[in-house]
């Protein structure tokens, strides 16, 4: 990207704060002590970029993102993650989340329900990549994720479990 669309990006992102922060009342600053501070958890919600991955599945989120989002510690977001609740990504170390898997603070069930539905063989890199990839056997050759968007709930599990199969033989 280049940093003129960077800057833009970062513009539109302010712009658009500061709108909603002046609709808001003045007594909801009262208790606001380190305006700063403030800013700084904001820009946290800031999507990371996964390296080459991104390209394929998108954005994610960093753990302090979601411990954020959340108001939880690093180890809450860590258990809903070893509990299979959270579709994780591990890149040098960090775990990293794809954006794909939310739907605002929450987590999309139907995803989770899919990425369960490929077993725990599938790496969790090859499930984010096949939920972005365009299905050939649907006719609108649209990804997965599209599809669960548009209510094809059915035909994306069966989906993954014919694809889980075929890579588990």
Do not use: C
């Not at 909801?28 to 380190?34: A, G, H, L, N, P």
């Not at 979601?66 to 070893?82: D, F, G, I, N």
């Not at 056997?137 to 649209?142: K, M, Q, V």
């Amino acid at each position: 990207m280049s940093s003129s669309t960077a800057e833009e990006k970062r513009e539109a992102i302010v712009d658009g704060l500061r709108s909603r922060l002046q609709q808001m009342p003045d007594e909801r600053f009262d208790d606001v002590s380190d305006p700063r501070a403030v800013g700084e958890n904001m820009a946290v919600f800031v999507p990371e970029s996964p390296g080459a991955f991104s390209k394929i599945i998108g954005p994610v989120y960093s753990t302090r993102a979601l411990t954020s989002l959340w108001r939880v510690s690093r180890e809450a977001v860590s258990k809903r993650a070893r509990n299979g609740d959270l579709l994780v990504l591990k890149v040098e170390g960090e775990n990293l989340f794809p954006v794909f898997q939310f739907d605002g603070a929450e987590v999309r069930q139907d995803v989770m329900a899919v990425v369960k539905a490929f077993g725990e063989h599938v790496d969790p890199f090859t499930i984010a990549q096949w939920l972005n990839t365009r299905q050939v056997s649907d006719g609108a050759r649209r990804t997965p994720i599209e599809m669960l968007d548009s209510g094809a709930f059915n035909e994306v599990v069966s989906a993954a479990r014919v694809a889980s199969a075929r890579w588990a033989a």
